[in-house]
């Protein structure tokens, strides 16, 4: 599904893919900013060690996949 790029900052993840709430949210937050400073597709997730994209990397796929990428920089 096409979608507009949301209006904010690739940093920042749509709440409901990362509660504010989250007890780890720092350390999430900290390896996506690593990832995107160092161009990297992509960083392990801290809690669970999956591969999680970044939402640069995302962005240059175009769309939404529609399948919850926590960093999608495609949802409102």
């Not at 709440?15 to 900013?33: N, Q, S, T």
């Not at 640069?56 to 175009?62: A, E, I, P």
């Amino acid at each position: 599904m096409v979608r507009d790029r949301a209006q904010r900052p690739l940093t920042e993840p749509h709440a409901g893919r990362l509660d504010p709430d989250e007890p780890a949210r720092d350390e999430i937050l900290a390896a996506h900013a690593a990832a995107l400073g160092a161009g990297e597709p992509g960083y392990a997730d801290p809690v669970t060690g999956l591969f999680v994209f970044t939402a640069d990397w995302l962005r240059h796929v175009g769309e939404c996949c529609d399948k919850g990428c926590r960093h999608c920089p495609y949802v409102e």
